[in-house]
Each structure stands twice: as structure tokens, then as C-alpha cells.
């Protein structure tokens, strides 16, 4: 049989790529937006909580430990990720979800001959490298799974990276003797390439699905920014529109002076940008450095378009006026 041109496939396949690129953009789920409550996924009865009935909450993040969900390396337990996603899908809440590894990763991991690395930060906590290749095959299989999963599901309005650091957020190092040791084992160079590689799978493996990094610096060294710097511009040029950038340090004094508050701002306009709150303004006032709508309207300013809050800030009946007026100018900063 004879043969089209080699022009004439070569368009053929571009058309087809465009078609497919079309259709990825057309089933895109919305960027979230909003108020989200963190939600505990250890909770005995979820359907109990209040929050489902909350009309000033317009959703829920989850954060179950990889150990927990994938308990083997060819068994996993879905069942508190799959009750929630029908709660959410139930009341009309998105759902966020992460699954932590880092320090939260299973001993079946190491069993098959991950890289057990120490903190020397007194913690006794271990964690396996992010670049390390016994880690890479497992964890990226596992992110293949839970995308095939879960992305198909329009209750999971996003999904939060893990495996770039301690746990969710980027952080690998919070010392100066982990510093040494890790730079020692490849440090930022291999830190970036397996960031690059960790996000890749997130995006085949929810391509309709936003998924965000949680940013923070990945060594302690100032210098090291650049590196954190370097994969958000990476990311925001390779997958625009997709690529989510967030933080888990909102507080009542949050500026364009922290690099991830700037990146965030900076790329307010196209990418799906949030923010998750330094801590409860109920149980720390201190460290949160003012109220919660201090802290809320910082997050508007910055150009955040969801926070996660804790549970008890978003359940209290004294918060629920700031609540609705913050979760409405945050949905007023969609694109």
C-alpha cells in the first residue's frame, strides 16, 4: 500500500495533537476558589461534620499519608478518599487532596531498597530522597494511580503535589547539617530535575485536574530560592493554565517580600493560585499575627483566589461573617 507524504502525516499529527490539546482545555475542571476547610480524613464520622451544611465553605482538603493509602506495594486502602469525594460530590463541595510522602511514606518503600535518609534535625523522622530511583518508580507509580483513579471524578475540584520534600510543602531541608548532607547527595541540581519529573506525572496523570505546588525553600541557604524559583517558572511555562502555585503560610502580615507570596502574585492571572493559613487563629493568635480577616484579606490582596482554614476557624459562629465576606472576594479574583 502506498504511503502518504511525509508532510501529509506530519500534519495529520499535528491536527490530531490539537484536537486533543482542544479537548483537554474543553473537559479543564474551574479553578477552585473560595473557602476550604482542612478536613481530616481520621475523622470516624465524616458525614457527621457540620461543614457539609456550611454555606460559607466551599470546600474541603484532604491530606492523608501515603503509609495509610498504599499500605503495600500492590494493595492500597482508597475507602476514607473515596467517602469524603462522595460527601463533597453529596453537599456540592470541591474537594482538595494531597497524599504526603516525604516523612509519610511507607516502610514497604524502604523494604525495596529506597534510600532511608535521617533528619538531623532532632525530629527521629526519616524520609526518602526525592531523587533517589527506588523512590521514583514507586512514587510516581502510585501518583499514576491515584490520577487514574481520582481524575475522572468532578467532586476532586484539585490536587496538591507531594514528594518534593519533608511532606507536602517543598521544603527538604530546615537545617544546616541536612543542608550538608543532602547537598552531598545532589542538592539542588538533583532537586530540581526530580521536582520536574514529580510534576510532569502529576500533570499525565490529572490532565483535567489543577494541581498545585506548595512552595517553600528547599535548602535553608538564601541562594536556594533560585531553585525553588526555577521549577515554578518551569512549571507555569510547560503546563499554563495548569500548573497551580500555593503556600501554607498566610498570616496577617503575608507580602509580595516572601518569594512564594510573589510567585503567586506574579502569576495571579493565568495560573490557579491559593493560599493555606499559617495556623488556626483560634488556637494561635500569636504566631498568626493578627485576626483572621487580617490574615484573609492579606490572601485577597496577594491575588489568591481559595484558602484552606483550619477546623476551628471555619466551624466557629463568630468567624462566619468574615468568612463569607473573604470567600467572596477571593472567588472575585478568578481570571
Known amino acids: 500500500m502506498k504511503q502518504p507524504p511525509l508532510t501529509t502525516q506530519i500534519l495529520r499529527t ?40 456550611n454555606a460559607n465553605l466551599d470546600g474541603m482538603r484532604l491530606r492523608p499519608a501515603w503509609r495509610d493509602v498504599q499500605t503495600g506495594p500492590e494493595t492500597y486502602d482508597w475507602s476514607a478518599i473515596d467517602t469524603i469525594l462522595g460527601l463533597g460530590a453529596q453537599y456540592g463541595k470541591t474537594i482538595g487532596l494531597s497524599v504526603g510522602a516525604g516523612v509519610n511514606s511507607p516502610q514497604w518503600l ?24 527506588t523512590f521514583q518508580t514507586n512514587w510516581l507509580a502510585f501518583i499514576r494511580t491515584m490520577g487514574a483513579r481520582y ?23 530546615k537545617t544546616v547539617a541536612d543542608d550538608a ?108 499575627g493578627g485576626t483572621l480577616n487580617l490574615a484573609l484579606l492579606q490572601g485577597v490582596g496577594l491575588g489568591a483566589e481559595f484558602v484552606e482554614v483550619y477546623q476551628n476557624d471555619a466551624d466557629s459562629p463568630g468567624n462566619q461573617t468574615v468568612l463569607a465576606g473573604n470567600g467572596a472576594a477571593l472567588e472575585a479574583n478568578l481570571p
Open 181 to 288: 548532607a543532602l547537598t552531598a547527595m545532589g542538592g539542588t541540581t538533583a532537586w530540581v530535575a526530580a521536582a520536574e519529573e514529580i510534576i510532569s506525572t502529576y500533570a499525565e496523570a490529572f490532565p483535567t485536574t489543577p494541581f498545585f505546588i506548595t512552595a517553600a525553600r528547599p535548602f535553608t541557604p538564601v541562594e536556594a530560592i533560585s531553585a525553588l524559583q526555577q521549577v515554578i517558572d518551569w512549571g507555569v511555562a510547560t503546563y499554563p493554565g495548569r500548573f497551580g502555585i500555593m503556600n501554607a503560610t498566610l498570616n496577617a502580615h503575608s507580602s509580595t517580600g516572601y518569594y512564594p507570596n510573589l510567585a503567586l502574585y506574579t502569576y495571579r492571572g493565568t495560573q490557579p493560585v491559593g493560599l493555606q493559613m499559617l495556623c488556626s487563629s483560634i488556637s494561635d493568635p500569636v504566631r498568626l
Open 14 to 53: 499535528l491536527i490530531v495533537a490539537a484536537l486533543l490539546s482542544v479537548t483537554s482545555l474543553a473537559l479543564a475542571k474551574p479553578f477552585p476558589a473560595g473557602i476550604i476547610r482542612l478536613f481530616s480524613t481520621g475523622v470516624a464520622k465524616p458525614a457527621n461534620s457540620p461543614s457539609w451544611f
Open 110 to 133: 524502604y523494604d525495596a531498597g529506597a534510600i532511608k535518609y535521617s533528619l538531623q534535625d532532632r525530629s527521629d523522622l526519616s524520609m526518602p530522597i526525592p531523587w533517589d530511583p
Open 151 to 173: 481524575d475522572g471524578n468532578p467532586a476532586l475540584g484539585y490536587v496538591v503535589i507531594s514528594g518534593l520534600g519533608q511532606n507536602v510543602e517543598t521544603y527538604l531541608s
